[in-house]
C-alpha cells in the first residue's frame, strides 16, 4: 500500500490540442460549434443594437433622433442581420452542430470538412454584410422588394444581397450534412423512431434548408443582376412583374421561419422530457408533426402577398393551407403540456426558458391565425401587429428555445455548470421584458400604426414608450447570460457527464467529450425518454 | 469493395440513344404538331433526363432514399410553380374588384 | 468487382463503419446537393414560364432569334462528354489509371468546345445588338417581350455556362489526381463518381434548356 493510482484525467475535445490554427484548421464538429457561436453571439448584439437604437428612435413621435433615411438603414439591417446571421443558424449551426453527432452515436458528422467550410462560408457572408452596414447601410428592408431595391433605391443593396447569397451556402452545407449523418450514422440499435425529438425536428430544418435556400439564392441573383444591368425580370418598364420576386422570395422566406422555429421546438421537447422526467407524451405524433411543419410550410408563401395584388383565388388557397399548417404546431404545444402533467418537474432554468417558449409562441402562433384571415390581414398587414407577431415566434418562440438549449447542453459543451441563480434570474427578466416590450405593439398595429414607419401620431406614443421601456429590460436579460456563462468557465462547478440525469447518448460520454465523442460506439436497446423504466430501477 | 461496374459498351449505346432523341426532338420542332409541339419536347427532355440519372448517374442501383431525393427536387419545384401559377392565371376569375 | 477485407489506409474516414457506408453516404450527399441545384435553376424556369405564358408571341419571337445552328452541336458536345466521364468512372472503378485519365481530359476539352461554341454564340448576340442591358438596339415587334425573352435565356445559359466551367476546373483537377494515381486502388474512385454526377447534372439541364430556349419558337 505505498502508491496511490491517481486517476488519468481524459483529454477533451478542448484541450486535445492547442493554438489557433488547430480551432481554424479544425475539423471537430464540436469545435465548429464553438466557432459559430462566437461568430452568432456577435451578429446578435450587432442587430440587437440596431434594434435598441431603433425603439429609442421611437420614445418620441416625430422623428428626434433620425432622419427617415437613417430609420430605413436601422430596420434593414436589423432585419437582414437577425434573420440570416443570427435566427437561421443560431441552433442548427451551434446547438446542432455540437450535439447531433453526439445524440446519433456518432464520431462526427458524414462530412466534417464540409462542416468547417460552411463556418468559413458564414463569415464571409457576414464580411460582405457588415462591409454593407458601414458602407452606408441598406435601405430597402429585409423583404429587397423590387422595384424599390432595383431600381430607386441607392444604397448597397448588391452588397447585401452578396452577402445573403454566400450565406445560404452555409445553410444548404448544414442541412446537408444532418440529413445525411441522420441517414446514414446512426449508432446501432438507433432506429428512426428511436430518435430523440431534437434530431427530427434538426431533419425536418434540414428538409427545408436543402430545398427552400436554393431560391432565395437564384432570387438575390436575379435582383443583383437587375440593378447591376438596369434589365430584368421584376422591371415594370419592360413588361416585368414585382409580384414575380415576391413570390420567389417569399417562397424561401417562409419556409425560412419554420427553419428558425422547428430547432427551437426540438430543444423544447428534449427539455421537458428531461425537467418533468416523463417521456414525451405522444412521441410518434411530435416527429411526425416536424415533418409535416416542414412540408406544409412550403406551401403558405403567398400569405405575405395577400394585398400585394394576387387573385382572390390564390389568396383563398393560401389562406386555407395556412390555417393548416398551424395545426401541427398546434399538437406539439398539447403534446408537451400533457408531458408536464403529472411529471416530477424541476424549474430549472432550461425548463423556464421551454415554458416561456410554450406560451409566447402559442400566443405568437394564434396572432398567426389573425394574419391568415383575409379579412383581417387587409386591415393590420404592414402594422405593428404583424411586427409583434413574428416577434412573438421568433424571439419569444425561437430566442427562448436558443437559450433554454444553451443552458440545457452547456455543462456538456464547457464542462461546467452555470450559477442557477442568476440563469433564473435572467429568463424572468427576459419574460418580463419581452412582453413588455412586443404586447403593446399588437395594440399599436391594430390601431393601425404602420411598421417601418418612425414618425407616428402623437396617440401612439405611450404605448410606444411601454414598448422601449420593455425593451431596455430585455437587454438587461440577454446581456446577463453572456456575463454569467462566461463567468462559469472560470468559477462554475465541474458538471460531469450527466448533470441533469437525463436520457440520450450525448449524456453517455464525459463533459466535455473527447475529441471522438464516444469512448467505443454506444448501443440503443430502448426507446428514448425511459424515464419511467429508470424510476422503476431504481 | 463490392459494386457494379457498367459495362463501357452500355455507356456508349445510352449515349447514342440520346443524341439521336435530341435530334429527334430537334426535327419535330420543325413540323407543325398543332399545339403540341411544347409537350412533345419537353417530354423528349424529360426521356433523356430520365436515362442520363438511370444509365449515367447509376440511379437504378442507388438506394430509394437516392433515388426519392431526385423525385423530392422535382416536386418542390411543382410546388413554387404551382402556387406563382395559381395567382397569374386566376386573376379575375373570383368577383372581387381589383383581384 | 474485388472485395478488399481491409481497406488500405486513408481510404475509409473515421467516422465510417464500411466502404459501402462512406459510398452511399457520399452519394447520398450528393444527389441532396443536386437537389439544391435544382431548386437553383427552377427559379429560372419559373421566372420564364410565367412571362412565357403572358407574352406568348414576343417569347416565340425571341426563341426565333436564337441560333440552333450552334446550339445542335453542342447539345452533341455535351452527351458526348457526358459518355466521356461516365467512362472515366468506369474505368476508375476498375483500376485502370491510364484510360481514367485520358478519358477525363476528353471530358474536359469536350467542356472547353461548349464554352468556345457558346461564346461564339454569346458574341454573335452581342453584334446583332440582342444582348439586354449591354447592347440593345431591337426595335421590332413585342420589343419589351423579346428583351425579357433575352434577359431569360442569357440567364438560364449564363448560370449554365457558370456551372459548367466549375465543372471543368474540378475535372482539371480530378485529371491531375488521377494521373498520380489518387483514385487507386480502386476503392478511392468515390470522389471521382460524384464529380461525374455533377458532371452528368450540369448535362441534364442543358438537356431541358433546348427545347425550352431554342425549339418552341418554330411552331408555338
Not at chain 1, 451578429?43 to 440596431?50: K, L, Q, Y
Not at chain 1, 425561437?398 to 452555470?418: C, D, E, F, N, S
Not at chain 3, 461564339?120 to 413585342?142: C, I, R
Request: contains cysteine.
Amino acid at each position: 500500500m505505498s502508491t496511490l493510482a491517481l486517476p488519468v484525467r481524459r483529454r477533451t475535445y478542448i484541450d486535445v490540442n492547442y493554438g489557433i490554427r488547430s480551432w481554424l484548421l479544425t475539423t471537430d464538429h464540436k469545435r465548429i460549434g464553438i466557432l459559430y457561436l462566437l461568430s452568432i453571439t456577435l451578429m446578435f448584439f450587432v442587430g440587437g443594437g440596431a434594434a435598441t437604437i431603433m425603439r429609442l428612435e421611437l420614445l418620441s413621435p416625430s422623428g428626434a433622433l433620425m432622419d427617415s433615411e437613417t430609420y430605413n438603414k436601422l430596420f434593414t439591417m436589423h432585419g437582414v442581420v437577425m434573420v440570416w446571421f443570427f435566427l437561421i443558424p443560431s441552433i442548427p449551426s451551434v446547438l446542432g452542430n455540437f450535439i447531433v453527432p453526439l445524440m446519433l452515436g456518432a464520431r462526427d458528422l458524414a462530412f466534417p470538412r464540409l462542416n468547417l467550410l460552411s463556418w468559413y462560408i458564414y463569415v464571409l457572408g457576414a464580411a460582405f454584410t457588415l462591409w454593407a452596414l458601414i458602407d452606408g447601410g441598406v435601405d430597402t428592408g429585409w423583404t429587397f422588394y423590387t422595384p424599390f431595391s432595383t431600381s430607386a433605391s441607392t444604397t448597397s443593396v448588391v452588397t447585401v444581397a452578396i452577402g445573403i447569397f454566400i450565406v445560404g451556402f452555409s445553410s444548404i452545407l448544414t442541412g446537408l450534412n444532418f440529413i445525411v449523418s441522420i441517414h446514414h450514422l446512426r449508432a446501432p440499435g438507433l432506429t428512426w423512431f428511436r430518435l430523440p425529438l431534437f434530431l427530427w425536428s434538426m431533419y425536418a430544418t434540414s428538409i427545408i434548408l436543402v430545398l427552400a435556400t436554393p431560391v432565395l439564392g437564384i432570387t438575390l441573383l436575379l435582383l443583383a443582376v437587375e440593378r447591376i444591368a438596369r434589365v430584368g425580370f421584376f422591371d415594370p418598364a419592360l413588361g416585368g412583374d414585382p409580384l414575380l420576386f415576391q413570390n420567389m422570395f417569399w417562397f424561401y422566406s417562409h419556409p425560412a421561419v419554420y427553419i428558425m422555429i422547428l430547432p427551437g421546438m426540438g430543444v423544447v421537447s428534449e427539455v421537458i422530457a428531461t425537467f418533468a422526467r416523463k417521456p414525451v407524451f405522444g412521441y410518434t405524433m411530435v416527429a411526425m408533426c416536424s415533418v409535416a411543419i416542414a412540408v406544409l410550410g412550403f406551401l403558405v408563401w403567398g400569405h405575405h402577398l395577400f394585398v400585394a395584388g394576387i387573385s382572390a383565388h390564390a389568396a383563398l388557397v393560401f389562406s386555407i393551407l395556412s390555417y393548416l399548417v398551424a395545426i401541427p404546431s398546434a399538437i406539439k404545444v398539447f403534446n408537451w403540456t400533457a408531458t408536464l402533467h403529472r411529471g416530477a418537474i424541476t424549474l430549472n432554468t432550461p425548463l423556464l426558458y421551454a415554458l416561456g417558449f410554450i406560451g409566447l409562441f402559442t400566443m405568437g402562433g394564434l396572432t398567426g391565425l389573425y394574419l391568415a384571415s383575409l379579412g383581417i390581414d387587409v386591415q393590420v398587414h404592414d402594422t405593428f401587429f404583424v411586427v409583434a407577431h413574428f416577434h412573438y415566434i421568433m424571439v419569444g418562440g425561437m430566442v427562448t428555445g436558443y437559450m433554454a438549449g444553451l443552458h440545457y447542453w452547456w455543462p456538456k459543451i464547457t464542462g461546467r455548470m452555470y450559477s442557477e441563480m442568476w440563469g433564473r434570474i435572467a429568463a424572468m427578466i427576459i419574460f418580463i421584458g419581452f412582453n413588455l416590450t412586443f404586447f403593446p405593439q399588437y395594440i399599436l398595429g391594430y390601431m393601425g400604426m404602420p411598421r417601418r414607419y418612425h414618425i407616428y401620431p402623437p396617440d401612439f406614443q405611450m404605448l410606444n414608450v411601454f414598448s422601449t421601456a420593455g425593451a431596455s429590460i430585455l437587454a438587461i436579460g440577454y446581456v446577463l447570460p453572456l456575463i454569467y456563462l462566461l463567468a462559469s468557465l472560470r468559477s462554475g462547478k465541474v458538471a460531469g457527464p450527466n448533470p441533469w440525469d437525463a436520457t440520450g447518448l450525448e449524456w453517455q460520454t464525459s463533459s466535455p467529450p473527447p475529441k471522438h465523442n464516444f469512448q467505443e460506439t454506444p448501443m440503443v436497446t430502448g426507446p428514448p425518454y425511459d424515464y419511467e423504466r429508470r424510476v422503476a430501477s431504481r | 469493395m463490392s459494386e457494379r461496374v457498367a459495362s463501357g459498351g452500355g455507356y456508349v449505346a445510352v449515349a447514342v440513344v440520346l443524341l439521336v432523341m435530341t435530334a429527334l426532338n430537334i426535327g419535330l420542332a420543325m413540323i407543325d404538331l398543332r399545339g403540341f409541339n411544347s409537350v412533345v419536347s419537353l417530354l423528349i427532355a424529360a426521356v433523356e433526363v430520365v436515362l442520363m440519372a438511370v444509365y449515367f448517374m447509376h440511379l437504378r442501383w442507388s438506394a430509394p432514399m437516392t433515388r426519392l431525393v431526385g423525385l423530392a427536387a422535382l416536386l418542390w419545384l411543382s410546388i413554387l410553380m404551382a402556387g406563382t401559377l395559381d395567382d397569374l392565371l386566376t386573376r379575375g376569375w373570383l368577383p372581387v374588384p381589383g383581384k | 468487382m474485388t472485395v478488399h477485407a481491409h481497406p488500405a489506409p486513408h481510404v475509409l474516414g473515421e467516422q465510417y463503419q464500411s466502404l459501402e457506408q462512406q459510398h452511399a453516404t457520399a452519394e447520398f450527399g450528393m444527389w441532396i446537393f443536386l437537389a439544391t441545384e435544382v431548386m437553383l435553376f427552377g427559379g429560372l424556369f419559373i421566372a420564364y414560364t410565367v412571362y412565357r405564358i403572358v407574352y406568348p408571341d414576343g417569347f416565340a419571337e425571341g426563341s426565333r432569334h436564337l441560333d440552333l445552328a450552334i446550339a445542335a452541336p453542342n447539345t452533341a458536345v455535351l452527351i458526348v462528354s457526358s459518355l466521356t466521364m461516365a467512362l472515366a468512372v468506369r474505368t476508375a472503378q476498375l483500376g485502370e489509371r491510364r484510360k481514367t485519365t485520358w478519358y477525363l481530359i476528353a471530358t474536359m476539352v469536350l467542356g472547353v468546345v461548349f464554352m468556345v461554341l457558346k461564346g461564339v454564340e454569346y458574341y454573335q448576340h452581342f453584334l446583332e445588338g440582342m444582348v439586354p442591358g449591354l447592347a440593345w438596339t431591337y426595335a421590332g415587334p413585342d420589343a419589351n417581350a423579346v428583351q425579357l425573352f433575352f434577359v431569360a435565356y442569357f440567364s438560364m445559359t449564363g448560370l449554365h455556362a457558370i456551372h459548367l466551367l466549375i465543372a471543368i476546373g474540378i475535372v482539371c483537377v480530378c485529371v491531375l489526381l488521377a494521373r498520380r494515381g489518387a483514385y487507386l486502388p480502386p476503392e478511392r474512385h468515390t470522389s471521382l463518381e460524384m464529380v461525374g454526377l455533377y458532371w452528368h447534372f450540369v448535362d441534364m439541364i442543358w438537356t431541358v434548356l433546348l427545347p425550352l430556349l431554342y425549339l418552341f419558337g418554330f411552331h408555338p
